[in-house]
């Protein structure tokens, strides 16, 4: 499942970089199905950056990605790393 996700982001990734941003993973739970992510460059201070989140990121992920079931992103549905156990 992680070379999907990984192949779903890199497919997302050049319309995040053509209004210059980008995001990348800061973790997968395979077991949850949850993926948290960190929008950068424009993309992390932009205010539709919620939009691109659930409309576009998390769409396009779920659709690619059998098993996943939230996508979260730093700074819009958490603001730190919470603790794994």
Do not use: H, N, W
């Not at 395979?30 to 576009?56: F, N, Q, W, Y």
């Not at 992920?61 to 730093?74: H, Y």
Request: charged share 30%; net charge negative; proline share 4%.
């Amino acid at each position: 499942m992680e070379a999907q996700l990984l192949e779903a982001i890199d497919a997302i990734r050049p319309a995040l970089q053509v209004d210059g941003g980008d995001m990348r993973v800061i973790e997968f739970d395979e077991a949850t199905g949850r993926v948290d992510i960190e929008l950068m460059g424009a993309c992390g201070g932009c205010p539709m950056s919620s939009m691109t989140l659930k409309a576009g990121i998390e769409r396009i992920l779920r659709d690619r990605v059998p098993g996943i079931t939230e996508v979260r992103a730093k700074g819009i549905d958490f603001d730190v790393l919470e603790e794994a156990y």
